[in-house]
């Protein structure tokens, strides 16, 4: 029977769309008739027997194997696309928009795949969580309906609802796999009220829950069932973190058992955000990929006890393979690229594929390849799809301009090859391989490792600077609630080994500002040391005064020449002052403190002389150049003409010569 179902995956882009082959050939589907107008969205059913695909007027059905049609509804403007468990019917949604009789939209449509008639419809509004959960015979239908669980039987659609439940606050509904399905409802935290986990078995929807867990900073959940539908991994986030260390909100995760046996914590060791988690295909087992970069991850079993510590890497996604044999370790998104493959019976790395900008990465049914594509608007360059071997080596290239959706042909487990007890060996790579290797544009080489000064070249990289997967120090929350790592230097000006710097830095005051131990000054290499002078005295005029700032000079009064006022260091001014000797008069500012030339208010006639003493040094400097036999203009000789009038001058004020 595995022989009918062959290797297969699709893929829609905005100018095409197609269904190509698998291992070895990686051919078109010969028979499938790429539409002419781009495609909303494309759907294989879970069992792999359907394929269908949403254009803006008509929804077509087809065999995957062989790509026959097989129906085509004619219902514009689909957005979604969904088949059941056992692909017996076809679920659509439609943009909600209003009639012009007043009567509600019918945007939820149900199909039968074989006839393609319409079976019931609903009003669902959102987009998210907009289709049906259906168990896995198909025997039951639910969906939530403003607080309410209602429950449909597929076989008998016409009458309606064959159960209910209401649950106050409920936000959010799971339906397990598995032979005895259970229905998992969140209900948010709210005005106080912890946020609340129960879960009830879908034959005795009216009864008591058969679990119920009750935790705070909860907003939001999501609800993973194991492959058996036997228990649940509740992952919580809030909208806002309160601690401020995370832009995302808080994570947290709880286990719960279906039967009501036993719930618990996921107490994980490193903190920061929850990545990803991801349920082993023997439903025994969970990989969780946790805290803050490089994130660590851990295999716990269904009793939250750790089986195995992968250390911590720049991961944000796991996934197991179909046959639970090999585990993928990757980091997407804003990371690298890296896909590190290990073999889970023996917990060894078996190869790392390096697959930058990955968008979207899936592991074959057969569990042998895994699919990585490159999607718009995610980016939109280098759009394409590649097919690499468990053992790392690249199988097949596939670029695609403005890629937006690709994924494998879904195939039941007991339908796909086996296995095998040791890791297979990678076959011959396609042909297209080789075409990109000799089309792709050459690539210089980057240097490995972070950007390092000239100046620190050749030494030995602090490990303050490393990662904590390459021996650095591992990452430690900061008191103040930042999300900025902690570092193990400051910004004090004196040098290493100098009072203030690093630890013998002492803080000037209560909000934890420090000092350099030098009175708030900057230490300046090379340059002399400052000798403080004795500060003015409290009550001495000055003492108190607040450094003025720049701008005009305001003119002070006869009582406030040479007042001394104090620098922002608090030493007083030590300038040397120039005292002009004007016969008849009496030079300003006696005091204890020394005037400044300027600070002081001169009268008229001290101002005078000045001046002239200016003009009479300019005069003696052009004298000194003509004696030199410099040629000087006539402005400047002009000038010296006026020497006998100025000393004239200075005469008639009474200045000796």
Sequence with gaps: MASQLSQQYAFR?????GLVSGTPTYMPIEGFAVPDVPARTYHYSPDGRLFAYALPTVVRIFLAEGA???QELSVPNIIELKFSPRGTYLSTWERPVKLEDGAQHKNLRVFSASTGEELISFTQ???ENWDLQYTMSESHAIRLVAQEIQVYRPAEWGKGIADKLRVEGASMVSLSPGLNPSVAVFVAEKKGAPA???????????????CSKTFYKADRAQIKWNDLGTQALVLTQTEVDNSNMSYYGETGMYLLSAAGNFDCRVTLDKEGPIHDVSWSPNSKEFGVVYGYMPAKTTLFDQRVRTLHDFGSSPHNF???????????????????????????????????????????????????????????PRLRVDNGIKVWHCTGGLMHVQLVEELYQASWRPTPLDQAPPFGSTIPAAPQPSISVLTAALTAKPVTPKPAGAYRPPGARGLATPAIFKREDEGGAPRMPTGSGSATPPRGYNRSPNPPGSVGHANGATPSNGNGHYQNGNGGRRHVPGAAPKTPSTAPAPGVEGGDKKPKKKGKKRDKGPGEAGSGAATPTGEASVRPSIDVTVVGTQTPGQGSVPPTPGAEMLD??????????????????????????????ATQLKKMEGEAEIRKELSSLGITA
């Design 318 to 376: 796991i996934s197991f393979n179909p046959q639970g044999r090999l585990v993928a370790l990757a980091g997407f998104g804003n990371l690298a690229g890296k896909i590190d493959i290990f073999d889970r019976r023996t917990l060894t790395k078996i190869c790392t594929i390096d697959a930058p900008n990955t968008s979207y990465c899936e592991w074959s049914p057969c569990g042998r390849f895994l699919l990585t594509a490159t999607l718009s």
């Design 604 to 633: 008229p006639v001290a101002k005078k002389v000045r001046n002239l003493n200016k003009k009479l040094k300019a005069i003696d400097e052009l004298k000194e150049k003509a004696s030199r036999g410099e040629r000087l203009e």
């Design 125 to 127: 509004k959102s987009q």
């Design 196 to 210: 609340v986990v129960k879960i009830y078995g879908l034959s005795t929807l009216s009864g008591a829950p058969t």
């Design 13 to 17: 882009a905005q100018k095409s769309m």
């Design 68 to 70: 026959q049609l097989l």
